[in-house]
């Protein structure tokens, strides 16, 4: 501490934030944060927070850092990470996107913290001046209340900061890999960027440095997952519980996973269509007792188009208590997608 201080005094450049520093900055801001917002302590929405995202804290390679990850009582459609692991994802949020999509949001910002966006962006910047500097060091020597009007300053600095396009860009990319280590499949950051992408709301979010800002997602990022998702490797581990069978839960399953199903992808469910598709059936060898979805336009990527949606049903159906169900995902006359599903 004292080399420190001599270092500043001699105004020797410091330009590196150490990890306690890091983490006694992101613990003040969470203050702020909690008390302005309010935790909510559901435990159903919390187990799910916590299990998703500590599977993806395991592999995100800082271990230097004690992830934390909390629903904050909003109902904004967010989630933001404050320096040091401090992770928290909207109870709306919760509500509305599957596990698949949650752990998306929550590899992008763990991303954040990872690769230590907020932490560059200060060392670049205003922590260069003595006078931050000194109130880091104090900060992480305990001697927070003699120096709480910069610290305020310093804590508002880290909230309001903003992300680059290519700080968001390396979350959403590395964000996703993250997310295919830890059993996800990455396929379902498409679906998180397609929901988020729908969720803007052009009020003044109530974070700035979260994952929906005052802008509109920007389309680049939904078509750059093009690119990254395909060639992630993932293994579907301990994160999909098989449920033994339940054949008479089925029918009002099937109708609740179309309607997942047409939310969480797009796709609509377009009677006239349909029925005319129907006919197409006997031709594609498949028994007319399958559900038939029609999407318009397909994805683009054909291999990413099945895997998306295997797996968005598999969740949804593994989840609803069936174990079998057999997809088949092919080209209609006019150029749409049918997707025929069968459960077992
Ligand atoms: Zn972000």
Same mark, same amino acid.
């Given at each position: 501490m004292r080399l420190l201080l001599f270092l500043l005094l001699m105004g020797v450049a410091w330009a590196e934030v150490s990890t306690q520093q890091e983490v006694a900055l992101g613990r003040q801001a969470a203050q702020k944060i909690e008390a302005e917002s309010g935790i909510d302590n559901s435990p159903e929405l919390n187990r799910r927070l916590q299990t998703i995202g500590q599977s993806l804290a395991r592999v995100c390679g800082r271990n230097d850092l004690q992830f934390q990850f909390k629903v904050l009582a909003t109902d904004e459609f967010n989630a933001m990470a404050l320096p040091g692991?401090?992770?928290? #994802?909207? %109870?709306? $949020?919760?509500?509305?996107?599957?596990?698949?999509?949650? =752990? /998306? @949001?929550?590899?992008?910002?763990? *991303? &954040?913290?990872?690769?230590?966006?907020?932490?560059?962006?200060?060392?670049?910047?205003?922590?260069?001046?003595?006078?931050?500097?000194?109130?880091?060091?104090?900060?992480?020597?305990?001697?927070?209340?003699?120096?709480?009007?910069?610290?305020?300053?310093?804590?508002?600095?880290?909230?309001?900061?903003?992300?680059?396009?290519?700080?968001?860009?390396?979350?959403?990319?590395?964000?996703?890999?993250?997310?295919?280590?830890?059993?996800?499949?990455?396929?379902?950051?498409?679906? #998180?960027? %397609?929901? $988020?992408?729908?969720?803007?709301?052009?009020?003044?979010? =109530? /974070? @700035?440095?979260?994952?929906?800002? *005052? &802008?509109?997602?920007?389309?680049?990022?939904?078509?750059?997952?093009?690119?990254?998702?395909?060639?992630?490797?993932?293994?579907?581990?301990?994160?999909?519980?098989?449920?033994?069978?339940?054949?008479?839960?089925?029918?009002?399953?099937?109708?609740?996973?179309?309607?997942?199903?047409?939310?969480?992808?797009?796709?609509r469910q377009d009677p006239t269509l349909m029925s005319s598709c129907r006919g197409q059936l006997d031709n594609m060898n498949l028994d007319r007792e399958g559900f038939l979805l029609v999407s318009p336009a397909g994805e683009p990527d054909n291999s990413l188009e099945r895997r998306l949606l295997t797996q968005e049903v598999a969740q949804r159906l593994l989840r609803g208590g069936v174990s079998r169900f057999g997809l088949a995902l092919r080209a209609g006359a006019e150029g749409e997608r049918l997707v025929w599903l069968k459960v077992r």
């Amino acid at each position: 501490m004292r080399l420190l201080l001599f270092l500043l005094l001699m105004g020797v450049a410091w330009a590196e934030v150490s990890t306690q520093q890091e983490v006694a900055l992101g613990r003040q801001a969470a203050q702020k944060i909690e008390a302005e917002s309010g935790i909510d302590n559901s435990p159903e929405l919390n187990r799910r927070l916590q299990t998703i995202g500590q599977s993806l804290a395991r592999v995100c390679g800082r271990n230097d850092l004690q992830f934390q990850f909390k629903v904050l009582a909003t109902d904004e459609f967010n989630a933001m990470a404050l320096p040091g692991g401090f992770v928290y #994802a909207t %109870r709306s $949020l919760m509500r509305g996107m599957s596990d698949g999509e949650i =752990a /998306f @949001v929550l590899g992008h910002e763990i *991303t &954040h913290v990872v690769q230590r966006h907020s932490i560059k962006q200060m060392e670049n910047e205003q922590m260069r001046k003595v006078g931050l500097l000194a109130v880091l060091v104090g900060l992480s020597g305990g001697r927070v209340n003699q120096q709480s009007a910069q610290l305020a300053g310093l804590v508002d600095q880290v909230l309001d900061s903003r992300f680059s396009q290519a700080d968001e860009s390396e979350a959403d990319r590395l964000g996703t890999a993250m997310m295919a280590r830890a059993g996800y499949d990455p396929a379902f950051a498409l679906v #998180a960027l %397609r929901t $988020l992408a729908g969720r803007h709301n052009s009020e003044t979010p =109530a /974070f @700035v440095n979260a994952m929906l800002g *005052t &802008h509109p997602l920007p389309l680049e990022r939904i078509t750059d997952s093009y690119s990254y998702i395909p060639p992630l490797a993932y293994s579907a581990g301990a994160n999909v519980a098989v449920v033994p069978s339940v054949p008479s839960r089925v029918r009002p399953l099937l109708e609740r996973l179309t309607q997942a199903v047409v939310q969480s992808t797009g796709w609509r469910q377009d009677p006239t269509l349909m029925s005319s598709c129907r006919g197409q059936l006997d031709n594609m060898n498949l028994d007319r007792e399958g559900f038939l979805l029609v999407s318009p336009a397909g994805e683009p990527d054909n291999s990413l188009e099945r895997r998306l949606l295997t797996q968005e049903v598999a969740q949804r159906l593994l989840r609803g208590g069936v174990s079998r169900f057999g997809l088949a995902l092919r080209a209609g006359a006019e150029g749409e997608r049918l997707v025929w599903l069968k459960v077992r």
